[in-house]
């Protein structure tokens, strides 16, 4: 835990960053980024999903590839000017839809048997984090995979570190989720879990 940060990222954090630059984090033209996506894609276990839900879809580089595996995604995001990008790159893909939600203040009202939490969970507090696992937990049908993919090296603005966010989910195994695969490169690290 960051003791110098210790709540929630707030959605003016977010929006100050895409004001200066809309790919802030090159998603959209880093190696790491496409080699990054290519490895959560290919960690899902089943071809085909119904129901998922991306938490933090960015400019929706992810959310794109993502959508071809499964029937309906609900990708939120706290930032109007990233999703507003999102909303254009998806805009081929009637069976995405987005909202601006800020977990876990808000939460879907729906079930999913797909939840993809990936590089937001260290804007969380462990407070927050703590909530929104229980969220998460409430709305994945049993047998539905939770899939966490987390940068992993320091960054002194978020609460938390990946692996921090990585460990909380872990500590839920194997009572409340059975884990299923892992992977740790140089700068991240993916976990994948099935709700039991």
């Known amino acids: 835990m960051n003791p110098s940060q210790p709540h929630s990222l707030q959605p003016e954090y977010f929006d100050a960053l895409y004001q200066e630059d809309p790919d802030p984090w090159k998603f959209e033209t880093s190696d790491y980024e496409a080699e990054k996506y290519a490895a959560t894609i290919a960690a899902l276990p089943k071809p085909r999903y119904r129901s998922t839900f991306e938490i933090g879809g960015s400019i929706g580089v992810l959310t794109e590839k993502l959508a071809a595996r499964t029937d309906s995604l609900l990708s939120i995001d706290v930032s109007k000017i990233a999703q507003d990008r999102a909303i254009q790159r998806c805009q081929h893909l009637p069976h995405v839809q987005f909202e601006i939600m800020q ?38 049908e049993p047998g539905g995979h939770l899939l966490l993919v987390h940068w992993i090296l320091y960054a002194k603005d978020y609460p938390l570190s990946g692996d921090e966010v990585h460990e909380a989910f872990l500590d839920l195994s194997p009572t409340h989720l059975k884990h299923l695969f892992g992977k740790r490169e140089e700068q991240y690290r993916l976990d994948l879990f099935e709700r039991c």
């Open 103 to 140: 977990i876990p203040r808000d939460f879907p009202d729906a079930q999913f048997d797909l939840i993809l939490i990936s590089e937001v969970g260290y804007y969380l507090s462990l407070e927050d984090l703590k909530t929104a696992q229980q969220q998460m937990l409430n709305a994945l």
